[in-house]
């Protein structure tokens, strides 16, 4: 991460996509597409998809970085070409808990993926928790964010050091896409970036973190782009152009979360405007529902109905039976079916795993 930062601050049109799912053909396609190059593939687990309870997919960090590097060998695409990160660390799965136990379990969180190996670390405090007012002060953010880092710099060995970077930020949109339908995004003042890397850098220096600092390299902010389940609010560079001045001024550069969905121009725009790390997750997975869901139509039509794997009723009993992780993104009411077009992910349930029969050999 450390080269392309600093490839795109000397100049370069450079960024980098995050793979932001942790389903196996996701992760296979993504290593595929860049197999050919020399290019890094920065794959990111959230702490609700991954953490030392096992999040939903039943990893822990460990388990999902030999996940990773599993697939990576059946492909054969090279480990050192891989970036393994951490998106949305700190309390995002314990924010019913009281503030001292969700920090305890968040602090484990860091020090499980750090540990695991991962070199890309989202300190994410920005959420208020069972005791907390709501909003939470950007001070207590940036406090808590410092003594997740010193929780990851105490894990991490010299040689980790090397590699180990982070970012910081609290405008981040709903993971996954609004829930509501959209008409228009606020955009990050660039005053609001600013104060954002001042309370960081206050708290970073408080706890003795100042080397720590040196590896911050992007701040989270919303450059301008969401989606809900129907439609996508593409990126308008016009309005994001007092924040892409604001960067310049730093060693670092922006990360854009809920990214998917925009045009070749409008990334190409983010990037030069220094919105340089673009995460993308749901887009992925759209894209795999629209393959599997034409492999079950072709499937329909060749294939006996005893032999068939039934995926599309599998995905619709899953989702109605298992509402969890959807819930808030939708109406009360779900039909069958409702569930299979909208634009947010497809989570990798075992049993849409296999309905889908995946196995990365071919």
């Known amino acids: 991460m450390k080269d392309i930062i ?16 942790a389903h196996p053909l996701v992760i296979e396609a993504a290593l595929r597409f860049d197999l ?16 030392q309870f096992g999040g939903y997919t039943g990893m822990q960090p460990a388990d999902f970085r030999d996940f990773v590097y599993n697939i990576a060998r059946t492909v054969g695409f090279p480990a050192e070409r891989i970036i393994l990160g951490g998106d949305h660390l700190g309390p995002n799965c314990w924010q019913d808990e009281p503030a001292a136990v969700a920090m305890e379990k968040s602090i484990d969180l860091i020090k499980a993926y750090v540990a695991a190996g991962f070199s890309k670390i989202h300190l994410d405090a920005s959420m208020s928790c069972a005791d ?15 003594r997740l880092c010193q929780a990851a710099e105490e894990t991490a060995s010299d040689e980790q050091k090397r590699h180990l970077t982070y ?27 600013a104060a954002t890397l001042e309370t960081h850098e206050a708290a970073f220096r408080k706890l003795g973190l100042d080397a720590a600092l040196e590896r911050v390299i992007a701040i989270v902010v919303q450059p301008g782009v969401e989606f809900d389940h129907t439609q996508i609010i593409h990126y308008q560079p016009q309005e994001a152009k007092a924040l892409s001045a604001w960067i310049e001024s730093t060693p670092m550069v922006y990360e854009a979360h809920s990214t998917d969905y ?94 889908s029969a995946y196995s990365p050999k071919r």
């Open 6 to 21: 600093t490839r795109h601050k000397s100049g370069e049109h450079i960024g980098i996509c995050s793979v932001c799912s």
């Open 36 to 51: 050919s190059t020399n290019n890094k593939v920065l794959i990111e687990a959230t702490s609700n998809q991954v953490n």
């Open 132 to 146: 907390d007012p709501v909003p939470l002060d950007p001070g207590v953010v940036a406090e808590r964010a410092a």
């Open 167 to 193: 970012v910081i930020g609290t405008e981040v949109p709903v993971p996954g896409g609004e829930a509501s339908t959209i008409g228009s995004v606020h955009v990050t003042r660039a005053q609001d970036a």
């Open 262 to 355: 925009q045009t070749r121009q409008a990334y190409r725009a983010l990037v030069r405007d220094h919105f340089a790390i673009l995460k993308v997750g749901p887009a992925l997975t759209f894209a795999l529902r629209e393959a599997i869901f034409a492999l079950a139509q072709m499937e329909n039509e060749l294939i006996a109905p005893e032999s068939r794997s039934r995926v599309m009723e599998v995905i619709d009993e899953v989702m109605l039976n298992e509402p969890g992780y959807w819930k808030k993104y939708y109406r009360p009411h779900l039909e069958p079916g409702d569930g299979r077009y909208p634009l947010q992910p497809f989570r990798p349930y075992p049993l849409l795993l296999a309905a």
